[in-house]
């Protein structure tokens, strides 16, 4: 086995696994860096990913295909999973989702990727923020990217921020079907790993939450999400 070969078996090996490093580095300058959230919190929450996908979700597939990512506040990749034949494109896109829940919310305020739909369409207040944090190329390929900050900034459901004693440790991010869906998905699987992580300080929707707020109508107004479909849910 050449040395190339090895350093991608030994990301494949690694994906889903926290609070571990990668020995080697990949020519950007990062090294590998150790998931700050406990493995045993990483382990709970993506246990949740298999008993959440038989609910009713929504979206397009029941049960639902998914992939589900994890990074500490630092940004740092600690576990990708998938469960089903989910799109290998949404890969990137649940890490991403992961990455701007964690990046834009604080021990303020908790903004899930559903909250910051209505903001950054054209002539919102937060218009270019998908532009802002682009996610790293050499991450896209299965198996990489653990013990890296691979970036990425996606405005629309599916990820959502995680809590501990009021400060953030990370982010959640599902992909693999519509955003609404997506969201439903992260919003029960904090919830069911039963960690209080879902104690957001503050949010934007009703209660306080940083749950999907359900435009009626366009113009969206606020921090507002359009529908995806006719069965839709509000977790």
């Known amino acids: ?93 649940a890490i991403a989702k992961a990455s701007t829940a964690n990046d834009f919310s604080n021990d303020k305020l908790a903004l899930s990727t559903a909250n910051l739909y209505g903001p950054t369409q054209p002539g919102g207040s937060l218009y270019g923020l998908n532009n802002s944090n682009p996610f790293h190329p050499d991450y896209l390929p299965q198996g990489s990217g653990i013990g890296r900050v691979p970036g990425g900034v996606i405005t629309f459901g599916g990820g959502v921020p995680l809590y501990s004693s009021g400060k953030v440790i990370g982010g959640l991010g599902l992909s693999g079907d519509t955003a609404c869906a997506d969201h439903a998905i992260a919003y029960r699987m904090r919830r069911a790993a039963n960690l209080g992580l879902d104690m957001v300080p503050g949010g934007v929707a009703p209660g306080g939450t940083d749950n999907i707020i359900y435009a009626n109508g366009t113009p969206l107004a606020g921090f507002q999400h359009p529908h995806c479909g006719g069965n839709d849910v509000m977790p």
């Open 1 to 93: 086995m050449n040395s190339g070969t090895f350093k991608v078996a030994l990301a494949i090996a690694m994906t889903g696994m926290s609070g571990t490093a990668l020995a080697t580095d990949n020519d950007n300058g990062q090294g590998g860096q150790r998931c700050s959230i406990p493995a045993t919190t990483v382990a709970a929450i993506q246990a949740q990913l298999a008993n959440v996908a038989v609910m009713d979700n929504g979206g397009l597939f029941s049960p639902s295909r998914m992939w589900s990512a994890i990074v500490d506040r630092q940004g740092v990749l600690c576990s990708v999973i998938k469960r089903g034949d989910a799109w290998p494109g949404s890969r990137a896109i």
